[in-house]
């Protein structure tokens, strides 16, 4: 039997993933997702309407403005943007009934707001995303061929600014070559659901056993 | 260029692994060094007499009693033990030398050694190897046929006993399969290279660059 395996279906492990824009974040966790079936990103809440062919808790969580305003005053949105009017979160809920399921869950989440969600959260593994060198992350910019030098300078500068928070997080994953950072955070991942704090459970089922 | 493989390069991790008689740890070690090249065994001192082919540095750091005396009144021992007469242990420089080199050092400590080895050597990481159940562990024990049933009493209680320090190690291991046991340590290994407090350096390079 396998108790490992046991075990993490009692609880899943929530991660944070930032990374300042241009260092590859959702292509990483796009392979991400095919490499570990266990991992799920969280479903936001928004109070937009629901479209046409939308499945509430699945597309989103619909809600009400005042409802979303309540989650927030009662620490029950992890984060939350408004946009065109409408508030979009994170609601603490449903990533705790997902994690309650033995999921891991991925928070994608921006940099500055990463720092609030282990005050709230504080089981979770915080992973920042970082390019190979400030030249290489320019280099990127401007290879889209999409954005003018102002908004590629504003880009850098914001990147750097973001930086600034790294030390803040628990794991430092470069982005140099894609294949080897997808299988980086994965390698954290894994490990971290063997860290002795999260496998106590599993310590005391073989003490009896 | 690989700015995580030459931060890695510039500081090694040295790693306990620990676990009770009968789980499995030499099997799982000897797979380890095949999987990952920058491994390498931590060379102990000893001071019984060189035998024909050892060669010093490599089978063995020979020394004087005098000196290995002093080595553990300086704390310059990471662990050591007594054998007809003759002392065997850690040195902490064999180990610090190889760390400076860039390479991961492993260390196979006693369960009740390796509580004091953080002592000395805070940026050790702690991995304890579990069996997947205690009854597995006494079919094992019972399996190689060698032993007396008062010898299997006995390493099962030995191996109850040292269980009570596992949630002192910072990850835990279950040896269930092999494959999947020396896959999970390397997991853990490559994961604390990422760790945000092994990679500040690497993250100033970055922010400079």
């Known amino acids: 039997m396998n108790n490992r395996g046991k075990n993490s279906m009692n609880k899943g492990l929530p991660i944070v993933i930032s990374a300042p824009s241009g260092c590859g974040k959702d292509t990483i966790l796009e392979q991400l997702y095919k490499k570990n079936s266990n991992l799920t990103q969280s479903v936001s809440a928004t109070t937009r309407a629901m479209r046409e062919g939308e499945i509430d808790g699945v597309s989103y969580h619909f809600t009400t403005t005042d409802a979303f305003e309540k989650m927030i005053a009662n620490g029950e949105v992890l984060e939350y943007t408004q946009y065109c009017g409408n508030y979009y979160g994170t609601p603490k809920k449903a990533v705790t009934d997902m994690l309650e399921q033995g999921r891991d869950v991925i928070l994608k989440i921006e940099v500055e707001g990463a720092m609030n969600i282990k005050k709230i ?20 910019l401007r290879k889209r061929g999409t954005e003018t030098e102002e908004t590629i300078a504003a880009r ?12 803040k997080f628990d794991y430092l994953v470069v982005n140099g ?25 599993l310590l005391e089922e073989i003490k009896k056993s």
């Open 156 to 167: 850098i500068a914001q990147a750097r600014n973001e930086l600034q928070f790294a030390d």
């Open 121 to 140: 959260f504080p089981e979770c593994v915080l992973i920042f995303i970082l390019p190979p060198s400030m030249s290489e992350l320019e280099r990127r």
């Open 177 to 201: 070559e894609l294949e080897k950072a997808v299988d980086d955070v994965n390698t954290v991942i894994l490990a971290e659901k063997m860290n002795t704090k999260r496998s106590l459970s």
